[in-house]
């Protein structure tokens, strides 16, 4: 993104804690984010890091009563989504952003039809309002074909148990692009896929978000994922933007200790297996390192780093949280 151009999404300095009996899971520790429009961002991180808590925050998904919100901001199109009414995030969610959620099939209701599931995202869509049943159904058949689905009137009265996994993937993909949108939200789609169908999930996915012109933002464990996927990668520690640039950027001159751990823990499929990796696990959230999170498990880590979180810095484009990178994009000792 340019100076130029305004954010489409803007997260800036989000902190979320989980209510967890008296105490407070931290997890996230001021996330900064943005996609522009049309934009494709990469949000890359190991399981349990924040990916899907920062995203559902952005739709207004998580418990309003079980978790909190100590700072940040999450703009869209300028706009503070925090403060909002549900009935004013409804019609961001029925017209702005769509997502694809992780698990498929907890995103189905198990007790409607494919069909009539669909029919509701079509009503409720801007669009749809003005439509008849008659043109919904047709907008429905058409996104059913358009992710490949052969028979479409067959599987308009399918429940979703009778589809296979990657069938009901499909599904959620249709789902998120049939109406107008202009930011999709794909939060590991294919994780529980065989990797032949998790590629082909990925490339229609791609496919559908250039032909409708939407910004994306993907949510992936894996860094191969997000090179062909993305413009702009993201990465993730415990709950922190901790590296983020222009996607060959991140992996021409990766400056973070845990990028770097994250692109030497990458097994070889022609054999050599994992050269090296990270050590220890993510942090305690109800007890979180006081400096930098990733300073425990850290090659490099100094007292500074234990005592102080560093900020996310801008050099020339490429940002980066670590004392140890200087202003010339450097590493440099402690
Ligand atoms: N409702 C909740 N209450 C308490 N803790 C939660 C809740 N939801 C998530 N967490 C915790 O927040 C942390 C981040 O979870 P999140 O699902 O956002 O991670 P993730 O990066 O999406 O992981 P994955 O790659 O496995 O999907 C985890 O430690 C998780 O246990
Ligand atoms: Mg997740």
Redesign the pocket.
Known sequence: MTESTPALLQIEGLKLW?K?YKNR?K?LDGVDLSVAPGQKVGLV?E???????TVKSVLGLLPRG?CEIPAGRILYEGEDILGLTEKELTRIRNSQIAMIH?EPAAALNPVFTVGEQMMDVVRYSAQGRGYGKKERREIVLGAIRDVLIPDPERIFHFYPNQLSGGMKQRICIAMAVMTERRLLIAD?PGTALDVTIQSQIHAMLEEMVAQRGMALVMIT?SLGVAREMTDVINIMYAGTIVESAVSAEVFAHPLHPYTQGLMEAVPRLRGGGIQAGIYGSLPD?LAPPPGCRFAPRCPRAGDRCRAEKPALADLSGHRVACFHVGTDGSAKCQ
Do not use: F, I, L, S
């Not at 399981?47 to 808590?53: F, H, L, V």
């Open positions: 989980y967890v899971a997890v991180g399981a349990g890091c924040g990916k899907t808590t079980g992780q590991e464990h959230y």
